[in-house]
């Protein structure tokens, strides 16, 4: 009965490759982020899509691809991948409503080599 | 801008110690507050929250209260148990037409407990 699910959790790649992070929430919730956690543990959003249209993207570089198929999935894809962008990945889900929390997926660690 | 600035780095209290994480907000709008916590190996989870002014939050022997006239919403606890080491993040949401809004985080606070 997980809520906001992504896979893989771990992420092992070489500089240049292109990978896939893949994120479902079985919440209902109709907006969904990529959040981005960096060795300091602090947190920066990159994308928010509301029922599959792209509502916050935070001029992250356009190698970056977040993609919607439905409300309930939200994928991020990642072209020729560079050494700073080994961090954790968070997916998060919210209901609608100002003060709605999030609700965040456990995270995929992306190490690039 | 919004911001949300709270206690930085690492906080060492041994077990039965009291805590205060500070978390002082910046922000033009009248929002709920919240604080996450992040266990090893986890996504962030709400922690406890606040609706509005004089409101105090609570949860699993913490406490925060939101304080309007001071923009602060401090975490406490009278006494700390090893389990409660993790990552605490407080936070608010900056609203947006829609629901376009975000939650905007503070840097987080590394709670580790000795036992």
């Known amino acids: 009965d997980t809520a906001v699910s992504q896979t893989p959790k771990y992420l092992v790649t070489q500089m240049g490759n292109d990978k896939s992070i893949k994120c479902e929430q079985n919440?209902?919730?109709?907006?969904m982020y990529w959040y981005k956690q960096d060795s300091k543990k602090f947190l920066k959003i990159m994308f928010s899509?509301?029922?599959?249209?792209?509502?916050i993207n935070e001029t992250v570089p356009n190698r970056f691809s977040p993609k919607s198929p439905d409300k309930a999935h939200l994928n991020l894809h990642i072209n020729s991948l560079e050494l700073g962008d080994s961090a954790v990945y968070f997916c998060?889900?919210?209901?609608?409503?100002?003060?709605?929390?999030?609700?965040f997926g456990n995270g995929t660690r992306l190490t690039v080599t | 801008g919004d911001s949300v600035v709270q206690t930085e780095g690492q906080v060492l209290p041994s077990e039965g110690d009291s805590l205060i994480v500070n978390c002082s907000y910046e922000?033009?709008?009248?929002?709920?507050l919240f604080w996450y916590v992040q266990y090893p190996g986890e996504g962030p989870q709400l922690h406890l929250k606040?609706?509005?002014?004089?409101d105090k939050g609570r949860n699993k022997g913490f406490e925060a209260m939101y304080r309007k006239e001071t923009t602060s919403f401090h975490l406490e606890k009278d006494s700390v148990q090893e389990s409660d080491s993790a990552v605490y993040f407080c936070?608010?949401?900056?609203?947006?037409?829609?629901?376009?809004?975000?939650?905007?985080f503070g840097q987080g606070t590394t709670l580790q407990v000795k036992p």
């Open positions: 998060a889900s919210r209901d609608r409503g100002y003060n709605s929390p999030l609700h």
């Open positions: 922000t033009t709008q009248y929002p709920s």
């Open positions: 936070a608010f949401p900056r609203g947006g037409s829609g629901n376009t809004g975000k939650l905007i």
């Open positions: 919440l209902g919730h109709d907006t």
């Open positions: 899509y509301n029922n599959k249209e792209l509502i």
């Open positions: 606040a609706m509005k002014a004089n």
